[in-house]
């Protein structure tokens, strides 16, 4: 039996020989794709690990040289001296604490602030337009940032605070605040936004107004993707570098003064590595020992973040 296409006769042999080459080439590429996709997630996880093992070797030669209970306890990082350097990881500790918390009394505020506007007063067009201009921010690189904080901001509150020093913990916060809005606004308004309107609808027939469906019924609502977005931003925060190397100083001091020139985890991490240390000296393996703090930092805001959303997830 044949079947007629045109000018070109087929037999039901050669269709079914013809659909069985299509199927093998169908079956081989159900086949591969699940490698490829097993072999990217592979080399993502052994990347990790591969950062995790260096972390932990050079920081294991770092404390085989400094005490840990120097490293934890002490109160100053004077690193260059190889005879009498000290190495308490306190005054990093505190700088990164300092600005991060600058930055987010900026963020959290104005980020919020943003996402509730977007989420419930905006029209679909004005959010069209509004939400990606606001994350055109988080695209700016961070040197930018950085230089913008030291050359503008820094004057601008000089003006205000004259006391201020040309590094200084504040304006590199300040900054980094502005930097990280787009994160805190982004997610909180994802969040805010996957709130059924149904919920809106039934408190506005019980006579609420916009603004009280808004903080007493979508926010508590989406607690958990909002805490989220905050513990995500504070991760950011903790991990930025180059506004802080530029515009926070490099003095490591055990200092709650916003207007003092201070040092953060990351900005020491910069100064070594600009090649103040040969390979080998006990500043070089410091530098592995900040990183590796560094790291539990941000682990434990990514961890807590996780744990945040589950606990407070409302499933509609």
Not at 25 to 45: C, D, H, N, R, Y
Not at 107 to 114: E, H, R, T, V
Not at 162 to 178: C, E, H, K, T
Request: proline share 4%; aromatic share 10%; net charge neutral.
């Amino acid at each position: 039996m044949a079947m007629t296409d045109g000018n070109r006769s087929y037999s039901v042999r050669e269709m079914i020989k013809e659909n069985k080459k299509k199927q093998s080439g169908q079956q081989f590429v159900e086949w591969l794709m699940p490698k490829l996709l097993l072999l990217t997630a592979t080399i993502s996880i052994l990347t990790t690990i591969g950062i995790l093992f260096t972390l932990l070797f050079e920081t294991f030669i770092f404390f085989e040289r400094v005490s840990i209970v120097e490293f934890l306890t002490s109160k100053e990082w004077l690193p260059w001296d190889e005879k009498t350097g000290s190495f308490g990881i306190a005054p990093l500790v505190t700088g990164t604490l300092l600005t991060t918390a600058i930055a987010m009394i900026v963020a959290i505020p104005i980020g919020l602030a943003s996402a509730i506007y977007l989420s419930e007063y905006a029209s679909e067009k004005t959010r069209k337009v509004l939400k990606p201009t606001l994350e055109v921010l988080a695209g700016i690189p961070t040197i930018v940032y950085g230089f913008f904080a030291l050359t503008f901001v820094t004057p601008l509150l000089q003006k205000i605070i004259p006391d201020l020093g040309i590094f200084n913990a504040l304006s590199p916060g300040i900054v980094m605040g502005i930097m990280i809005i787009p994160m805190v606004a982004s997610l909180s308004e994802d969040a805010m936004s996957s709130v059924p309107n149904s919920i809106r609808e039934g408190a506005l027939g019980l006579g609420s107004t916009k603004l009280e469906v808004a903080l007493k019924v979508v926010l508590p609502a989406a607690t958990s993707g909002i805490a989220a977005s905050f513990m995500l931003a504070i991760s950011r925060a903790v991990g930025e570098t180059m506004i802080v190397a530029v515009a926070g100083g490099s003095s490591p001091v055990l200092t709650f003064d916003v207007t003092k020139s201070i040092q953060t985890l990351t900005a020491y991490i910069v100064q070594v590595t600009t090649g103040d240390a040969g390979y080998g000296t006990t500043v070089y393996y410091s530098i592995y020992a900040v990183g590796m703090t560094l790291f539990v930092f941000t682990l434990a805001m990514n961890l807590l973040a996780q744990y945040i959303s589950r606990r407070f997830r409302e499933e509609y």
